[in-house]
């Protein structure tokens, strides 16, 4: 049961360790034909989410194609809203769209606060598949949405540039806001939880739309809830380590950087010796610009070993600043894994 | 000649005044019914830009209906490149498109230096034409794109989340993108130039993607060129004061406050009390969340105190965030303008 590759478990438990450990956000996906292989087998995105089998096949991909030093779960964020009692639909080019949406009280009705086992188990099958598959090769990551980023697609119903639509009821109704934020919240430790017994070594929340809110919202309307699954994480028993990645948020590193977390994750915008400042005491993960991938591999170990210059090699996983794109060449994202670990070992 | 009321001339030229002044960035648009007949009459957007009575028209509008400290010439950033031989369309929902983009430096051929006079004319007669019109009521501010902002849109060809084909030109490209940006430099310049000549009384440079690059890139490919316009305006007989809006460059406000620009314009994710201490030696203007404007009166008044407490009540202007939302009530538009005079009033 022992992992042959512990390295972001150790660096992640603030060990220092012999390297930087290295991963990519969005790194099983559609950056591999191999992955759009299995895609185009499944049908559709939510299909291919849903079938464990399928879904532990393209959670390993990356594994054996970038040598990357984890696994992350293949998933999306919004089974939560769909365990819910609120399905999306996965549009090509638009990306989800939610036929109903939640924007009163009384839409809260037909909600429930999801229980993983029953709601969200396909998740865990393919958590416990893609465990026995990796053989314990690699650690597995696990993930969900920051409660705010959930409440902005269950409101707006859709992406939106403003989600204006999720921020005016922060505004109009202040009291549905924090009761719908309650039922995800509730909701996503759940399913953490359950993560975490169903094998995941580390999970990590995704606030990917903290930057649309002003430092007084977000400090109401998301850092309490993200807070509340911290310390729900940290206190559960033969718990695993945490990271919050809040892209946009840069106002509120510092507290970020209080809550029981034990990574701060960093996007492209953040600069790495000020958020050592402003995070002293945690792990950092990020932050190369995901267009970096574009140039060419001279380019990219330049830019590699800059970021690993400012960083240092402790206390540090390395990963992009948001998620890989579709349209970089795999053989970019490989020589980005090789380029951090032949520049940071020792 | 004399303004009537010349009270964001005076903040902008560092004086201190008897209460702050106070606009919103889009007032002139879709959140006023008299300018949804006017565009309607006009058939399209780029006819209505391109007809300088009705661009002096709906520019006009909002002093009536708001009674705001200053108007803001109807028209878009995207006139730069059409002046440049790049035109584009206005595709309803969908935003700006252009049938041709400029991606190498074979294309490059194709554009030339926009001449204000020529190419510009339609944009100068509706600044005459306001000015004689606004009849020195308030200050009639002209703007522009910044460079970086419109080179996402010639290379883009449209508008992205995150940009990315531009982007990667910066990485795969440079020299074209350095070209091309040199090339945007010297025709927004010219257009400023004419817009001062013409009877802008301040001008106001919009970048506003510059939320998408890293610090390191910010640097390289958008403030080199924003300080070239600074001092190009600077430089110039009878020239006017100038704000630079950098929206997500929350990294670089310190470099932006060293510009020769009179005025640094904040997003509502920036925090004033922090930005005063960034940028301490400027006019300050913002920033209010454009969806504050959902709450109720009372609240608006709330929050309107609030920005006015952190900013204080000299070297600064009232204003949005961000442009204005279409689907905001006009009476909670007029309701922030009215909280700003009176809460600020000695």
């Known amino acids: 049961m022992t992992l042959q590759n512990d390295l972001l478990l150790r660096t992640a438990r603030g060990e220092l360790t012999e390297r930087v450990p290295v991963w990519m956000m969005r790194q099983a996906g559609r950056v591999l034909p191999q992955y759009r292989a299995v895609r185009e087998k499944a049908g559709n995105f939510i299909t291919l989410a849903k079938t464990p089998e399928l879904a532990a096949e393209v959670t390993i991909q990356p594994v054996d194609a970038f040598d990357v030093d984890a696994a992350i779960i293949f998933s999306d964020i ?117 993560q975490i017994r169903a094998g995941a070594d580390l999970v990590q929340l995704f606030d990917s739309w903290a930057g649309i809110l002003s430092p007084e919202q977000y400090r109401i309307f998301s850092l309490p809830y993200i807070r509340q699954i911290c310390d729900a994480i940290a206190e559960m028993e033969n718990s695993v380590p945490l990271t919050v990645f809040a892209k946009g948020a840069y106002f509120a590193r510092h507290e970020i950087g209080q809550l029981a977390c034990n990574i701060v994750g960093l996007d492209w915008n953040m600069d790495p010796a000020e958020s050592r400042a402003l995070v002293p005491n945690k792990v950092l993960q990020g932050n190369l610009d995901p267009c970096a991938l574009y140039s060419d591999f ?15 090699h402790q206390h540090y996983i390395a990963n992009l600043g948001h998620g890989i794109y579709p349209d970089i060449d795999p053989d970019k994202a490989r020589c980005f894994v090789d380029a951090v670990k032949e520049l940071s070992g020792v």
Chains 1, 2 share one sequence.
Not at 138 to 161: R, W
Not at 188 to 193: D, F
Not at 306 to 311: H, K
């Open 298 to 312: 001279g380019q990219i170990r330049a830019e590699v070993k800059q970021m690993l210059d400012v960083f240092g």
């Open 78 to 194: 919004l089974v939560i809203p769909e365990a819910m009692g609120l399905p999306y639909e996965m549009v090509e080019t638009r990306g989800p769209v939610f036929p109903q949406t939640v924007r009163s009280s009384a839409d809260l009705a037909s909600l429930r606060i999801a229980d993983a086992e029953s709601d969200l188990g396909y998740v865990l099958d393919a958590i416990r598949l893609t465990k026995k598959e990796l053989n314990n090769r690699v650690p597995l990551i696990g993930f969900a949405g920051a409660p705010f980023t959930i409440f902005c697609y269950m409101t707006e119903g859709k992406g939106s540039k403003t989600f204006s639509i999720a921020k005016k009821l922060l505004y109009t109704d202040p009291n549905f806001a924090h009761v719908l934020l309650r039922q995800i919240t509730d909701s996503t430790i759940n399913y953490l939880k359950a």
